[in-house]
C-alpha cells in the first residue's frame, strides 16, 4: 500500500508547480495541470502565434479549451485526506530530528529518552515503558540530540555530579574511580554557583560600559574644544599678522601649518582614543549578550559546559577615566605673537625685529606638569635573558644592583657581556612615561633598539656609543646626554629620580630631573625607525637602578645635591 500511495502521488503532481494538482484539467494532449498553472501559462504565450502544452510541447493555434478531470480530483481528495489521516507515530526521523533507538529499518521520531536505559524510543517502542511496572519507574524525559553530551563516554552512564576540584562534569562512576576525594556536588548546584559568578562578570561590564560612554562623551567634548580653540588662535593670528603683512608674510604662514598641523595631531589623537573605545563597548556589548543568553540556559550540564569558554572577561586596555587635558591649546602661540607684535611696534630696533617661534617648548607635545606625564605612565620590567651575570635583578624584575659575584645565568644570544647593561622586557611606542630610581657612583639611563650590539668586546654595544641608542649619564659630578659617541655635558639639579619621556611617532625623547617640580635636563628630537628598549647601565659595585611604578607608588622622593656644571665620568667598562 505504501508503494501504491507513492506511486500514485508521483502521478498526481502538476508538472508546472510539482506539486499535488489542485483543480486538476486536461487540454486536448491529454495532461493533467492546475487550472491556475496552465491558465498562468498561457498568459504569458499570448504574444506569440500558437499555444503549447508545457509538458508535451504540442503546439496550437488557437488557446485550447480545457475539461476538468472529476476521477483525478477525487484522487487528489482522497490522497490528501490518507495523508492527513496518517498517525503522528508513523512521522519518520528528518535529519535534525531524534531518532529512535530501536527501529530497525526507516528510524521514525524518538518520543522520549530514557534516562536509565539511556536510549531514544518512538511511541510504538515506548509502549513497554508505560504497560511494564518495572519499566514504569525509569524517568523519561524530551529527546535531544544534545543529551548525548550528558553521557559519560568512558562508563556510558549519565553525569549528574560536578567536580568543584577539577571544574568538570562526572558520573557517578567516575567520582568512585578517579575524583575520589574531591570535593563535589550536584551538576544543579554547580549551576547555581557559576550563575553568581555569571551575574557579577555582567556586573563589571555594565559598569564598564556606562564608564566608557562617559569617557567617549569627554573625548567628543575634547575634540569640539580643540577645534574651537585652534580656530580662535587661527583668527586671533591672523589679526596680529595683518599689522606686521610686510616683514613677517612667509612667517605667518608656516606659524599657521604649524598650528594646523598640531590640531590635526590632537584631534586625531583624541579620535584614536575615542575609536578604541567604542570598539571594546562593541566587544563588551556582544559579551554581556553572550552571557544572558548562557545565563537562560536550562540545561545545567549544558550551561557548564559552555561556561569557561565566554564567562572569562579580560582586561581593559584602555583607561576607565578619561580625564581631558585643560582646553588650552594654542594660547602660547597667540601670546608670542603679540609679544612679537610689541617688541616691533616700540623696540629699538625699529620693527626690524626677527620673529622666532621655534623655542623649544613653543610647539612640542610635551605634558604640562607631573600629572600629566603620568598619564602616560609605562610600566617598565628588566629582561634577565639580556642581564649582564655581575647585575642582581630583584624578584619583580623592576631592580638592578651591580655586585662583584658573576650570576649564573644561562647562556642567552641577547645578554650584555662586556658591560654591566639590561634592557626591557617591553618594547616601547606610541607615548611612554618612566621613571628610574638610582643610587651609588653612577648610573646610565637610556633607550636603544632591541638589534643594538649586545656581546662585543668594544664599546660600540654601551648606550649612547651607536646611532642605535640614546643615553643619559647620571653621576654625582652631573649629567652628561650621549648619541653615537657624542657626548654633551647638561645642565640641571642633581635628583636620585630622572624621568624619561617617550613619543615615539613624534620622535621626541626628553628626560627630566623629578623633584617638587620637573626640570627638563636634554631634549632629542629626531626620528625612530623601530620600537625601542628602556636600559641600564651601572657604574660602580654597589650602585642601583629601579624603574619605580609611577601609576601606584607615591612614595616621597630623596635628592642629592651634586654639583650640576660637572660631566660625570666617562668610564670604559
Known amino acids: 500500500m505504501a508503494q501504491k500511495r507513492s506511486l500514485d502521488q508521483e502521478h498526481l503532481n502538476c508538472s508546472i508547480c510539482l506539486d499535488l494538482l489542485k483543480d486538476p484539467v486536461t487540454p486536448k494532449c491529454g495532461h493533467s495541470f492546475c487550472t491556475s498553472c496552465i491558465e498562468n501559462h498561457w498568459d504569458r504565450e499570448d504574444h506569440r502565434r500558437y499555444y503549447t502544452c508545457p509538458q508535451c510541447r504540442k503546439r496550437f493555434r488557437r488557446r485550447p479549451a480545457v475539461a476538468k478531470t472529476i476521477v483525478l480530483a477525487d484522487l487528489v481528495e482522497e490522497l490528501k485526506k ?23 529499518e526507516r528510524k521514525l521520531k524518538a518520543a522520549k529518552f530514557c534516562l536509565v536505559c539511556l536510549a531514544s524510543f518512538c511511541e510504538k517502542h515506548l509502549q513497554p515503558h508505560h504497560e511494564a511496572p518495572p519499566l514504569q519507574k525509569h524517568q523519561l524525559v524530551e529527546p535531544s540530540k544534545k543529551l548525548q553530551e550528558n553521557i559519560c563516554p568512558r562508563h556510558n552512564e549519565m553525569i549528574k555530579v560536578f567536580c568543584r576540584t577539577d571544574q568538570k562534569l562526572i558520573c557517578s562512576r567516575c ?48 575634540v569640539e574644544a580643540i ?10 593670528s591672523e589679526k596680529i599678522f595683518t599689522q606686521l603683512i610686510r616683514l613677517v608674510q612667509k612667517r605667518r604662514s608656516e606659524v599657521k601649518q604649524q598650528i594646523r598641523s598640531q590640531q590635526e595631531t590632537e584631534v586625531s589623537r583624541v579620535l584614536e582614543l575615542q575609536e578604541k573605545l567604542e570598539q571594546e563597548i562593541t566587544e563588551l556589548k556582544r ?98 635573558d639580556t642581564a649582564h651575570r655581575r647585575l642582581v635583578l630583584s624578584e619583580g624584575r623592576r ?40 643610587s651609588g657612583r653612577g648610573v646610565c639611563i637610556g633607550v636603544s633598539y632591541n638589534d643594538s650590539s649586545r656581546n662585543f668586546t668594544t664599546l660600540d654595544c654601551r648606550f649612547g656609543f651607536s646611532d642605535k ?62 620600537p625601542l628598549h ?31 656644571s660637572r660631566v660625570p665620568e666617562q668610564h670604559e667598562g
Not at 490518507?82 to 530497525?104: F, L, W
Not at 585643560?326 to 601670546?335: G, L, S, V
Not at 607608588?553 to 630623596?558: H, K, L, P, T
Request: glycine share 6%.
Open 82 to 104: 490518507n495523508q492527513q489521516a496518517a498517525p503522528a507515530d508513523h512521522c519518520y526521523a528528518g535529519p535534525e530530528d531524534v531518532s529512535c533507538d530501536v527501529c530497525s
Open 175 to 222: 567520582l568512585v574511580d578517579e575524583h575520589q576525594g574531591h570535593e563535589t556536588v550536584s551538576a544543579a548546584a554547580g549551576r547555581a554557583e557559576k550563575q553568581k559568578e555569571l551575574e557579577a562578570s555582567r556586573q563589571q561590564i555594565q559598569q564598564r560600559i556606562q564608564d566608557q560612554e562617559k569617557d567617549v562623551k569627554l573625548l567628543q567634548e575634547e
Open 227 to 236: 577645534n574651537v580653540s585652534a580656530n580662535k588662535t587661527v583668527e586671533d
Open 287 to 384: 559579551k554581556d549578550a553572550e552571557l544572558e543568553q548562557l545565563s537562560h540556559t536550562e540545561d545545567h550540564n549544558q550551561f557548564l559546559h559552555n561556561y569557561q569558554s565566554v564567562s572569562a572577561l579580560g582586561e581593559s586596555p584602555h583607561s576607565s577615566s578619561i580625564q581631558v587635558h585643560p582646553r588650552r591649546y594654542f594660547e602660547n602661540i597667540t601670546a608670542a605673537v603679540e609679544e612679537l607684535r610689541d617688541k616691533l611696534c616700540g623696540g629699538p630696533n625699529n620693527g626690524q625685529a626677527v620673529l622666532s617661534l621655534t623655542g623649544p617648548d613653543v610647539l612640542l607635545s610635551h605634558p604640562k606638569s607631573r600629572a600629566e606625564f603620568l598619564r602616560s605612565s609605562q610600566d617598565v620590567t628588566l629582561d634577565p
Open 399 to 438: 631592580k638592578a644592583t651591580l655586585v662583584e659575584e658573576q650570576q649564573s645565568y644561562p647562556d642567552r644570544p641577547g645578554r650584555f657581556l662586556s658591560l654591566e647593561q639590561v634592557l626591557s622586557s617591553e618594547s616601547l611606542s606610541g607615548r611612554c612615561y618612566w621613571e628610574v630610581e638610582w
Open 469 to 530: 641608542s640614546w643615553a643619559l649619564y647620571c653621576g654625582t659630578n652631573g649629567y652628561a646626554f650621549s648619541y653615537n659617541k657624542n657626548h654633551t655635558p647638561v645642565p640641571g639639579p642633581g635628583s636620585s629620580r630622572v624621568g624619561v619621556y617617550l613619543d615615539h611617532r613624534a620622535g621626541v625623547l626628553s628626560f627630566y630631573s623629578v623633584s617638587v617640580t620637573m626640570t627638563l635636563l636634554h631634549s632629542v628630537q629626531t626620528k625612530f625607525t623601530q
Open 534 to 564: 628602556a636600559g641600564v647601565w651601572l657604574v660602580g659595585c654597589g650602585s642601583t637602578a629601579e624603574f619605580i611604578e609611577t601609576k601606584r607608588n607615591s612614595r616621597r622622593v630623596v635628592f642629592c645635591k651634586p654639583e650640576a
